[in-house]
């Protein structure tokens, strides 16, 4: 009966130390796991926390993008109205040669005018012209000298001619208009093919001013008659 009580507190004891041993680990299995769930839990707040940074400079770097964009799309556009301009100033540049090298031709074939006027000028006061003829003639040549010192003037850009005609194969122009209205010198002569009796419709823009006939051939102009009926306006 003794050795029973023995046994038995020896059972008693070793169950109590089994379980002990269970509770010592079971407690230290606890720590380690409250251990383990808490670095989870910082490694999740810390990463967390980057994913937010990550998120904010996402969004920065796409708002640089957007102004990126803009800008891109500003400078395109000023680089179109760059060349714009450019093509506008290069063909300004080019109508300014073209009107300048018109206007030293024009020059020229007025000092030739002038020239051939004076010498007609003189052969007619040599023939003992009527003084209605030599007037014109002196008048002419005034009103092409006049003409001349307008397009030599720096403040002159286009050559002053005031009226276009019409039928010839190249720019014929008035020159100079004789008293009343009664005649008209050409830049027009034998040397672009100018004949006497030849009949020209003068036009300013697309209103016709009247029509002429040609009278007197020279090189490199003509003098024509104003038809008194065919007279709509000044010229």
Not at 47 to 52: E, G, P
Not at 182 to 202: E, H, K, R, T
Not at 213 to 231: F, K, M, T
Request: aromatic share 2%; glycine share 4%; net charge neutral.
């Amino acid at each position: 009966m003794k050795n029973l009580s023995v046994i038995i507190t020896l059972l008693n004891v070793i169950a109590a130390a089994i379980l002990g041993g269970l509770y010592w680990r079971s407690s230290s299995e606890k720590s380690r796991l409250e251990l383990a769930l808490s670095s989870a839990q910082s490694q999740n707040q810390a990463l967390t926390a980057n994913l937010a940074t990550s998120l904010e400079l996402t969004e920065q770097q796409q708002a640089q993008l957007h102004e990126l964009d803009a800008d891109l799309g500003e400078t395109k556009i000023s680089l179109t109205s760059t060349r714009t301009n450019l093509i506008i100033l290069q063909r300004e540049i080019e109508e300014l040669e073209k009107n300048l090298a018109e206007s030293k031709e024009t020059q020229r074939n007025l000092r030739g005018e002038v020239a051939s006027l004076t010498a007609a000028l003189a052969q007619a006061r040599a023939s003992e012209a009527s003084p209605e003829t030599i007037a014109s003639y002196r008048q002419a040549i005034s009103d092409l000298e006049q003409q001349l010192a307008t397009l030599q003037s720096p403040a002159s850009q286009t050559p002053a001619i005031p009226v276009l005609t019409t039928h010839r194969s190249r720019s014929t122009r008035v020159v100079s208009v004789g008293p009343s209205n009664a005649f008209v010198v050409l830049n027009y002569g034998a040397s672009y093919g100018a004949l006497p009796s030849q009949q020209m419709d003068i036009r300013r823009g697309t209103k016709q001013l009247a029509t002429v006939q040609i009278s007197d051939v020279r090189e490199n102009y003509s003098i024509a008659q104003v038809r008194p009926d065919s007279l709509r306006d000044t010229l």
